[in-house]
């Protein structure tokens, strides 16, 4: 089983910063892709942002121009750099995972317990 761990979620105004970090671990596991999504109350699980390797990333078009994806393969980690924040941005941010733990096993996909951002207008 993978564990990812989320931090730096908080409160901030429109126009701020913040930084969120995920933290994969388990006794032993490859991790393909890694990303972010989030849900706001009443709307559904949506794409933010997608790193599936070290050059390659993806960004819902609402996030585009103000959000960066980085991964650290060494440590495991996946961030997410969010600038110029907007009210509509407000949700709980879950980072995922795809990894498998064996060469043998299937990959699969795991998610972080979320975390709450809230931009205030």
Do not use: H
């Not at 942002?49 to 994806?69: E, H």
């Not at 924040?85 to 317990?113: K, M, N």
Request: glycine share 8%.
């Amino acid at each position: 089983q993978v564990q990812l761990v989320e931090s730096g979620g908080g409160l901030v105004q429109a126009g701020g910063s913040l930084r969120l970090s995920c933290a994969a671990s388990a006794s032993r596991f490859t991790i393909n892709d890694m990303g972010w999504y989030r849900q706001a109350p009443g709307k559904q699980r949506e794409l933010v942002a997608t790193m599936p390797t070290a050059i390659t990333t993806n960004y819902a078009d609402s996030v585009k121009g103000r959000f960066t994806i980085s991964r650290d393969n060494a440590k495991n980690t996946v961030s997410l750099q969010m600038n110029s924040l907007r009210p509509d941005d407000t949700a709980v941010y879950y980072c995922y995972a795809t990894a498998r733990i064996s060469v043998s096993s299937q990959w699969s996909l795991y998610w972080g317990q979320g975390t709450q951002v809230t931009v205030s207008s």
